[in-house]
Nanobody
Framework: VQLQASGGGLVQAGDSLRLSCAVS????????MGWFRQAPGKEREFVAT???????SYADSVKGRFTISRDNTKNTVYLQMDSLKPEDTAVYYC????????????WGQGTLVTVSS
């Protein structure tokens, strides 16, 4: 299984951006998927997850501004980011939970999102 994140870039505060994560393999619909981010000098943090049954979960810091979704026909998970803030600046990583536990065991390479004020 490989994950390829894309869609990052430089935007202004208040703008929107959509990240995509393409997943190789035949069992995408069986995976829980998530987005995480790591800002400069900080630890990686949870942003959003979506379960196999399409149930989303969000960090409080992005709730109401970000939307996670998945397209099982395209083996892709998305993160729609609206009303971006400078504090959203980070490298964003997608991850897959391929087993029955809570651990995200497969990670993509990350895509940089920079929000200017």
């Amino acid at each position: 299984v490989q994950l390829q994140a894309s869609g990052g870039g430089l935007v202004q505060a208040g703008d929107s951006l959509r990240l995509s994560c393409a997943v190789s393999g035949r069992s995408f619909s069986n995976y829980g998927m998530g987005w995480f981010r790591q800002a400069p000098g900080k630890e990686r943090e949870f942003v959003a997850t979506i379960s196999r049954s399409n149930i989303p979960s969000y960090a409080d810091s992005v709730k109401g501004r970000f939307t996670i979704s998945r397209d099982n026909t395209k083996n892709t998970v998305y993160l729609q980011m609206d009303s971006l803030k400078p504090e959203d600046t980070a490298v964003y990583y997608c991850a897959a939970r391929t087993g029955s536990g809570l651990l995200f065991d497969i990670w993509g390479q990350g895509t940089l999102v920079t929000v200017s004020s």
